[in-house]
């Protein structure tokens, strides 16, 4: 019986073991210049067990790569890319944003009140919101749509305010309103 237990738990660590170590050698497949990581921690055991901030962890990181344009490196069990040069950055921030948005904590931003920021965004929330106003009205003015979501924007990031303008499907929303008139166009507000 003891040697049952014994063998249960020893495969059981061993599992533990494979599932923490797995995709260790991500980086290693690519060719990529990469840290080797701790079990469990990754190369941001520091910053998981509180004793530095973030980017600290990443400035050490990319010290001891000075020379690479792009370093992999994996937070906690999960592969993570640092891009280092400035031409790489340009395409990963315009011309292949797509691929790269919310990669990091995409399934959790609404859990956190921190993730809930422009850093940590993705396009999915004003996509599903477009997906609806579609399925519920013949059609919707793009103008109206941009509107309320720049007024939950500028609320959100300026003021700290949920103003809920975009969600509000009846636009009984006072800041709607208010935005609304400010959006409006007219000929005693054109600059011509």
Request: charged share 20%; glycine share 4%.
């Amino acid at each position: 019986m003891a040697y049952l237990i014994v063998s249960f738990f020893v495969v059981l660590l061993s599992l533990c073991y494979y599932l923490f170590t797995r995709k260790y050698s991500y980086w290693k497949k690519l060719n990529v210049p990469h840290l080797e990581p701790t079990t469990f921690f990754g190369n941001y055991k520091d910053y998981l067990t509180l004793k530095t901030y973030l980017p600290q962890v990443v400035s050490d990181v990319c010290k001891k790569f000075p020379n690479e344009p792009y370093v992999g490196a994996y937070f906690g069990t999960e592969p993570v890319l640092i891009v280092k040069d400035p031409e790489y950055l340009k395409l990963v921030m315009t011309k292949d944003f797509y691929y790269f948005n919310s990669r990091e904590v995409k399934d959790y931003n609404d859990y956190e009140v921190i993730t809930q920021n422009i850093f940590f965004i993705n396009g999915d929330r004003i996509l599903e919101k477009l997906l609806d106003e579609a399925s519920t009205a013949p059609s919707t003015e793009a103008r109206l749509m941009m509107s309320r979501f720049t007024i939950d924007c500028i609320g959100s990031c300026a003021f700290g305010l949920n103003t809920k303008c975009l969600s509000d499907s009846e636009y009984k929303n006072p800041f709607l309103q208010i935005g609304q008139k400010i959006f409006e166009m007219n000929s005693s507000q054109s600059y011509c």
